[in-house]
């Protein structure tokens, strides 16, 4: 299970979404550069929270 809070548009940085697996996080984040929604993302495991979370 996920939780997507939301496409930023290009040039914003933050918080997208946070995914209980890593290819999903990364599938998600190679989807938003291939849409142009952002020009970069990373995919940082947070272990408090046991989700990764996906920011740009």
Do not use: K, N
Request: charged content about 15%.
């Amino acid at each position: 299970m996920s939780l997507t809070i939301g496409a930023t548009p290009a040039q914003a940085e933050g918080l997208v979404g946070a995914f209980r697996d890593y290819s999903e996080c990364q599938r998600i984040g190679s989807y938003g550069v291939a849409q142009g929604w952002w020009e970069g993302y990373s995919c940082l495991w947070e272990s408090r929270y046991r989700y990764y979370f996906l920011y740009t």
